[in-house]
């Protein structure tokens, strides 16, 4: 195994407790009752999945009770899979077949919550990307297209004034969008080039440095979303280091960054050992080998 070792993979319970965490904070925003109320609404995509009472989903027989894990049923013995989905938070009942359109579901929304945040933070913003789009696609633009949008503006905003850190965390929300997607090709890009940026050690007054102390060096959740979308992509070792110098090279380029991708990838070998050695919280998981 090289450097990206499968290690880091997320229970479903997990993904499902961070969605209804960041739903809480997406609801603390500054603009309190006063905000116009979202032209969007999560129940456009939201669907009554599964059945939600002890009934076998593949052949409708009664069931003694309510399964709470996954479970053959003892009549036709399909495998019932015990999920919560995101119309109601209601554990329901699903066909193996139904699982991935389940995620799917908690992906989007995950995406809504993120797209509900962009409109608290600025709405104006949002209401005319929307109305923009809408117009130019000649009906109502999808909430996942304004966010691409917005998003994409932000970044070329922050690029024209050298804001190099908000730009880094632009990137970073467009990789984590993709992924929600299920674009993994596309996702990867935009992860390695936030890593590569993270190791150049950007700032918010044009410059990069990547001479500041290690521990300022980049997150270790970088290199935790490259592992989750290397696995759900099936994406080896060997194609993200490719990805990564190939890919970045033209970002060198195009942003005369001081360390070359290869300069970059060498470094973040170095840390990555550096912090799984000593420990560092958060990259307890990681496995270099
Ligand atoms: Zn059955």
Same mark, same amino acid.
């Given at each position: 195994?090289?450097?990206?070792?499968?290690?880091?993979?997320?229970?479903?319970? @997990? !993904?499902?407790?961070?969605?209804?965490?960041?739903?809480?904070?997406?609801?603390?925003?500054?603009?309190?009752?006063?905000?116009?109320?979202?032209?969007?609404?999560?129940?456009?995509?939201?669907?009554?999945?599964?059945?939600?009472?002890?009934?076998?989903?593949y052949c409708?027989?009664?069931?003694?009770?309510?399964?709470?894990?996954?479970?053959?049923c003892?009549n036709c013995g399909n495998?019932?899979?015990?999920?919560?989905?995101?119309?109601?938070?209601?554990?329901?009942?699903?066909?193996? $077949?139904?699982?991935?359109?389940?995620?799917?579901?908690?992906?989007?929304?995950?995406?809504?919550?993120?797209?509900?945040?962009?409109?608290?933070?600025?709405? @104006?913003?949002?209401?005319?990307?929307?109305?923009?789009?809408?117009?130019?696609?000649?009906?109502?633009?999808?909430?996942? $297209?304004?966010?691409?949008?917005?998003?994409?503006?932000?970044?070329?905003?922050?690029?024209?004034?050298?804001?190099?850190?908000?730009?880094?965390?632009?990137?970073?929300?467009?990789?984590?969008?993709?992924?929600?997607?299920?674009?993994?090709?596309?996702?990867?890009?935009?992860?390695? !080039?936030?890593?590569?940026?993270?190791?150049?050690?950007?700032?918010?007054?044009?410059?990069?440095?990547?001479?500041?102390?290690? !521990?300022?060096?980049?997150?270790?959740?970088?290199?935790?979303?490259?592992?989750?979308?290397?696995?759900?992509?099936?994406?080896?070792?060997?194609?993200?280091?490719?990805?990564?110098?190939?890919?970045?090279?033209?970002?060198?380029?195009?942003?005369?960054?001081?360390?070359?991708?290869?300069?970059?990838?060498?470094?973040?070998?170095?840390?990555?050992?550096?912090?799984?050695?000593?420990?560092?919280?958060?990259?307890?998981?990681?496995?270099?080998?």
């Open positions: 195994m090289g450097l990206f070792k499968k290690i880091f993979q997320k229970s479903k319970q @997990d !993904e499902i407790q961070i969605t209804v965490t960041s739903s809480k904070i997406a609801h603390l925003g500054d603009y309190g009752e006063d905000l116009p109320p979202l032209n969007y609404d999560e129940s456009e995509f939201l669907t009554e999945i599964g059945n939600t009472e002890p009934v076998c989903p409708n027989a009664e069931l003694e009770k309510f399964p709470q894990r996954k479970k053959k003892p495998p019932i899979y015990s999920r919560s989905r995101p119309l109601d938070r209601k554990k329901t009942l699903i066909r193996e $077949d139904e699982v991935s359109e389940l995620e799917k579901e908690w992906s989007k929304l995950r995406l809504f919550r993120e797209f509900e945040l962009e409109y608290r933070t600025d709405p @104006d913003c949002i209401t005319k990307t929307a109305g923009k789009l809408s117009e130019k696609f000649g009906y109502k633009a999808a909430f996942n $297209d304004v966010l691409w949008s917005v998003y994409s503006k932000q970044r070329a905003k922050y690029a024209s004034k050298g804001y190099w850190g908000y730009y880094r965390n632009s990137t970073m929300k467009m990789g984590q969008m993709l992924s929600n997607e299920g674009k993994y090709d596309q996702s990867l890009n935009f992860m390695l !080039e936030t890593l590569y940026l993270d190791l150049n050690g950007p700032d918010n007054h044009g410059h990069f440095n990547p001479n500041r102390p290690n !521990e300022e060096l980049f997150a270790p959740g970088i290199l935790q979303d490259i592992q989750k979308i290397a696995s759900k992509g099936d994406f080896s070792d060997t194609k993200i280091a490719e990805s990564f110098i190939l890919h970045n090279t033209t970002i060198y380029k195009a942003l005369k960054l001081p360390l070359s991708p290869e300069e970059a990838w060498k470094q973040q070998q170095i840390l990555t050992e550096m912090r799984v050695n000593e420990e560092y919280p958060g990259l307890v998981y990681l496995n270099h080998n």
